[in-house]
């Protein structure tokens, strides 16, 4: 029997790099063991496994990813196609065991507003982790005793876990 997947918070900026750095064919996502150079990706295709880690997202956090990949300062992709990948992260979040909530609970122990609302998602899914790149976030962990890791370390110990766990007889 499997245990049930554990809750995680990934940080907008680790969705917005999933498809923008490196495999950005995000109708197929990798699957460790990760050896690529596109942490983010591989992350996705972590709780895109559904094994380990249920995703959970909220209402603002699907909004930032797609305002950020439709700014044309920024990536400028066309909304339709920002939408089908805020379509395939609620598929994600379904598959995985995970849940889009709207946390009842307001934080401000970050300078930045949007680093609050990853904060306020984390703590009301019960999240076991956070995964960011954001300096603010990093330098918070453990945040009520939630750690913040980068997205290069999650990849490395989900790989370590899944080796150790082949390993055993």
Known sequence: MRDRPQPITFDVNVLIRAVVEGNSLFSSWPSPPPAGPYPASECVGIVNDAREFALYLSPHVLTNVVRVLIDP???????????????????IVEASGGEIIDP???????????????????????SVLIVSSDAHL?????????????????????????RATRRRP
């Open 104 to 126: 009842a609970i307001r934080v401000s122990d970050c300078p930045d507003y949007e680093d609050n609302r990853i904060l306020e998602l984390a703590l009301a899914s019960s």
């Open 138 to 162: 990093l330098e918070m962990s453990p945040w009520h005793g939630i750690p913040v890791i980068r997205p290069e370390e999650f990849v490395s110990r989900v790989d370590a876990m899944r």
């Open 73 to 91: 300062e920024g990536y400028g992709w066309p909304a339709d196609r920002a939408e089908e990948y805020a379509s395939i992260l609620r598929e």
